[in-house]
């Protein structure tokens, strides 16, 4: 004879399907954003160094929006600098907030197994 469906079990699959596509999601959004820092990273690497290979009285420019304005060079230098501290920061936080989701998911995947293990020993007894 079949077993008659516990419904509060049945709702706590559901949520926890529910959350496990979220976190997916959020855990894809967040590894995209990280492969597009590190390209820029990349991109900042190479930009560096061909920037040392310059003489010191080479002119350079930056670009401001759609405009170009002549700044040193050590200027340069030091906003490629600052850029790479900033992307080394905000990639971090990104692996932060990934392992915190992958955490939360387990933790949820855990509590899930917990309490059939608890309906299969109340069903037994």
Not at 18 to 39: A, F, G, R, W
Not at 71 to 77: A, P, R
Not at 85 to 96: G, H, K, P, S, V
Request: a neutral charge.
């Amino acid at each position: 004879m079949a077993r008659p469906v516990d419904l509060e079990l049945k709702r706590a699959f559901g949520e926890l399907h529910v959350k496990m596509l979220e976190t997916s999601k959020k855990i894809q959004v967040i590894d995209t954003q990280i492969e597009v820092l590190k390209q820029v990273m990349r991109h900042v690497d190479i930009t560096q160094r061909e920037i040392s290979t310059l003489p010191p009285d080479t002119k350079t420019y930056d670009c401001v929006g759609r405009s170009f304005f002549l700044i040193n060079l050590e200027e340069v230098k030091t906003n490629l600098a600052n850029k790479v501290t900033q992307f080394n920061t905000r990639t971090a936080e990104l692996e932060e907030n990934k392992q915190y989701l992958e955490k939360n998911l387990k933790e949820s995947e855990d509590n899930i197994r917990e309490m059939v293990q608890q309906r299969k020993e109340q069903g037994e007894k």
